[in-house]
């Protein structure tokens, strides 16, 4: 095999080839799958899809709650050229049935049951479930490398990542292969990766932090600690099962950090084999960063990392150090942006170094799915380029350069923003809510807290005798269980600015207790 690879099922098989010997993925009961069976295992699937008709350029949708077949399924699809999307069992049926039907997936798989799942079987969707006889099916099929694997190209999409979009409509970020080789080998130099260390996967795999964990552990012949949503939600169960995995590498939101040191599951020897701890996806308040910092500094690094879900995860680091303590108003720097990726600031003030941050470069990704229209929004030339199609990836984030170079995070140019490490536009929140027939007008706002936490806060106006319980219970059927407000407030007309517009300002000033 060629020591140049384009494609990511082909650089997987190489590394599994020589890794072969080795646990890819470490279950907290004690079980193991080494790479050779996920290998194996992977190819039967490929060959199972080639089979059944999929063609390179098909979707799967793919519930995963971080079985083996399930992991090896995401494997397959990229070996077999088809695009993988993982989704939410537990997000509401109507959420996910937008989603389904926006990326039109070949075959929906299952390795749990919910209620969502008997929904799209009644729908008519075709189904699989990853149990004993979809195993028992897929070792009819020779477990080498498919052939097809050869034909796919770097420009060929890897997955779709669904998130939240302004119009009540998820969108589907498409990455490529090519935007995964990149990925890889920043991942790997920039954090030190070998494979010897061992990886957390607390988060949920629908989430794009996963791809964190999936890609650089996997393809470093490191091992993957699978944590399902039931163990990540459980602090004594996650540090057990961290600690006595004996993991060197953790990837989360700040959130969940905070989280675990409040209730003291994480303590200065919690964790003695950790060497990094990564967070990203909102910022970590530096009281609380100066408690980890105090705990582990010396003997794990910490690091504050930034990246959209549109550009492969991540995309950039800043190691923290004491001298981030010197200030302790504001967010850590997110450092230097990966090699490969460069920015042009949109809307830049006079001194040209504050604006909307816009990236470009091999890592950025090929758009929304099946959504010209957003993409054509997000996905633009590059302003200052005249000379030849240069496209950049308008981020949507506010940020400062320094006189060193470093980007500092100074809020969002639209209503979108990052709670619990997800990022959310709160217009989609209060789309949801106009869908209510009791609802005659929704406001969604976010309450920053101390230490730059915050709650999402809502607002709607009612002539129904409705009250706010029965409100947050309608919209929990609708959005997943990080979008729904901490607090509703239920009106009888929401106050207007002079323009006739919704007055969120006003809103702010609101009592909501």
Not at 103 to 117: Q, R, S, Y
Request: charged content about 20%.
């Amino acid at each position: 095999m060629s020591d140049y690879l384009y494609n990511i099922g082909s650089l997987f098989a190489k590394v599994a080839t020589e890794n072969a010997d080795r646990i890819a993925l470490k279950y907290p009961d004690g079980s193991i799958v080494k790479y050779a069976e996920l290998e194996e295992t992977s190819n039967r699937i490929a060959r199972f899809f080639v089979a059944k008709g999929l063609m390179r350029g098909d979707v799967i949708a793919i519930f995963n709650n971080k079985s083996k077949l399930g992991y090896a399924c995401m494997l397959a699809a990229l070996k077999a050229g088809v695009i993988y999307t993982n989704l939410d069992l537990t997000s509401p049926y109507q959420r996910i049935k937008k989603i389904v039907e926006r990326c039109n997936p070949k075959l929906i798989l299952f390795d749990t049951d919910g209620e969502v799942k008997n929904e799209i079987v009644t729908a008519g969707w075709h189904t699989a479930d990853l149990d004993a006889a979809f195993e028992a099916d897929i070792n009819k099929y020779e477990g080498a490398l498919p052939s097809v694997t050869a034909n796919v190209t770097g420009a060929d999409a890897a997955y779709i990542m669904f998130t939240s979009g302004s119009t009540g409509f998820p969108k589907g970020a498409v990455i490529t292969h090519a935007n995964l080789v990149n990925f890889i080998a920043w991942g790997q130099s920039e954090f030190g990766i070998t494979k010897d260390d061992v990886f957390t996967n607390a988060n949920p795999i629908y989430f794009d932090n996963s791809v964190f964990d999936f890609y650089v552990a996997l393809f470093s012949g490191a091992q993957l600690v699978p944590l399902t949503n039931d163990i990540a939600r459980d602090p004594f169960a996650l540090m057990k099962a961290v600690a006595g995995a004996g993991c060197t590498t953790w990837f989360s939101v700040p959130s969940l950090l905070v989280y675990l040191m409040t209730t003291k599951v994480l303590a200065a020897n919690t964790l003695p084999a950790m060497k990094r701890f990564i967070f990203g996806g909102e910022g970590f308040p530096k009281p609380k960063l100066k408690k980890l910092y105090d705990m582990y500094g010396s003997s794990a690094g910490l690091y504050n990392v930034y990246g959209p879900t549109e550009c492969t995860c991540i995309c950039s680091s800043h190691k923290i150090t004491v001298a981030d303590f010197d200030d302790m108003n504001n967010l850590a720097t997110l450092g230097y942006l990966a090699p490969n990726f460069d920015y042009v600031l949109m809307n830049a003030d006079a001194s040209g170094t504050n604006g909307e941050l816009c990236l470009k470069g091999p890592n950025v990704g090929a758009g929304y799915y099946n959504d010209a229209e957003r993409t054509a929004k997000s996905f633009v030339q590059n302003p200052f380029n005249t000379f030849y199609k240069e496209t950049v990836y308008c981020t949507g984030d506010l940020v400062q350069a320094d006189h060193e170079g470093k980007l500092h995070f100074k809020g969002r140019a639209d209503n979108q923003v990052k709670h619990m490490g997800y990022r959310i536009e709160l217009e989609e929140i209060e789309s949801l809510l106009s869908t209510l027939e009791y609802v005659d007008e929704a406001a969604v706002i976010y309450e920053r807290m101390g230490d730059s936490l915050g709650q999402i806060v809502a607002f709607v106006a009612a002539t129904a005798a409705v009250d706010d319980k029965q409100v947050i219970a309608a919209l929990k059927a609708l959005v997943p269980e990080y979008m729904v407000p901490r607090k509703l407030c239920v009106l009888p007309v929401l106050p207007k600015n002079q323009n006739g517009k919704i007055d969120k300002v006003a809103l702010k000033e609101l009592k909501t207790t």
